[in-house]
């Protein structure tokens, strides 16, 4: 056992600045009530807080294609009207709006995740959050599902370059599609997805005969859930087929999406999962040992993902939170109540049957047993990070503009971090 864990939270406020637009499910104002409640609890005391890189557009290429990065840098909700061509092409519309900022803050979201990967490799923390993170859908050419840039594959694009074997898990109520979609064909990266399947269900894919290709075989592993799935069942079969994954496996490192959609009560959710329930997901991943990196994910009903990523720091550092939320600056989306656990509400009837379950589980231990040991890699040199320019005060030119997020890298906001110590912004990542 170690002794105790060293935990990297990476947050830039500007991700919760953002709006897709009128009506829009997604609300990455989310971001900073999560931030503000995980502060209220004093759970930055525990950890070291970074914000993380913008990540390069070249980063992004690292998946992405780069004519998808290049149109992303350059679309504007001013400009789009002219590119209607491009925008059926990358799937840009209605799900995934053109808004203000929109490459700002997928550099954001996906530098944290990129930036967490590398402490993770340098040994400089044990376990990395960002909760900015872990937009699943993105593919190659284009957006899908609210997500642009697959922050989850360039994190573990960067895992890869130090561990022969990475495990990815996703217990967001969508099909984790665009992780398993880009390690399809590969035994590097094992694919865990728990998600709602059937009815039409976004995305549509995800049934348990998917299960990788060529020498990905086997290394894609879906469990398809259907409606009102509850904490017993749930954490029940995550344990079962988890552990197996990891004995059979044996993962270098793991990678934890945890969208929220997946708790009861959520806007755009279906299953029946309690805050607890979903954190004993994570405290079961936790104790592996194995360097982890979490992100969020889908979440819908802000004031539970708050909730829920709250509980889960609180989880990865070992710290129980009392349940009345001390005053914070989002205290008005916690009432009347004030409280962590979530309101109980409508209980949905759960219509994964014992013999359902059963065999779901059956057929993905089978799947498991069909990888002989785990694959050797041979490992070839370790190929550099990606170059980042250091910031030189000397080459600053006093009469240029500067723009806020270097002039944020040079003053400490003290709505954000606290704490001298903790406060590492101006360290390098």
Known sequence: MRSKDRISYFYDGDVGSVYFGPNHPMKPHRLCMTHHLVLSYELHNKMEIYRPHKAYPVELAQFHSADYVEFLHRITPDTQHLFSNELARYNLGEDCPVFENLFEFCQIYAGGTIDAARRLNNQLCDIAINWAGGLHHAKKCEASGFCYINDLVLGILELLKYHARVLYIDID?????????????????????????????????????????????????????????????????????????????????????????????DRLGCFNLSIDGHAECVRFVKKFNLPLLVTGGGGYTKENVARCWTVETGVLLDTELPNEIPENDYIKYFAPEHSLKIPSGHIQENLNSKSYLSTIKMQVLENLRCIQHAPSVQMQEVPPDFYIPDFDEDEQNPDERMDQHTQDKQIRRDDEYYEGDNDNDNMDV
Do not use: W
């Not at 064909?185 to 348990?208: A, I, L, N």
């Not at 020498?215 to 749930?234: C, H, M, Q, R």
């Not at 954490?235 to 197996?244: A, D, E, N, P, V």
């Open 173 to 265: 109520v969508h099909h984790g599609d665009g992780v398993e979609e880009a390690f399809y064909f590969t035994d590097r990266v094992m694919t865990v997805s728990f998600h709602k399947f059937g009815d039409k269900f976004f995305p549509g894919t995800g049934d348990v005969k998917e299960i990788g290709e060529r020498e990905g075989k086997f290394y894609a592993i879906n469990v398809p859930l259907k409606d009102g799935i509850d904490d017993t069942s749930f954490t029940r079969l995550f344990k079962t087929i988890i552990s197996k994954v990891v004995e059979t496996y044996v993962p270098g490192a793991i990678v934890l999406q945890c969208g929220a959609d997946s708790l009861a009560g």
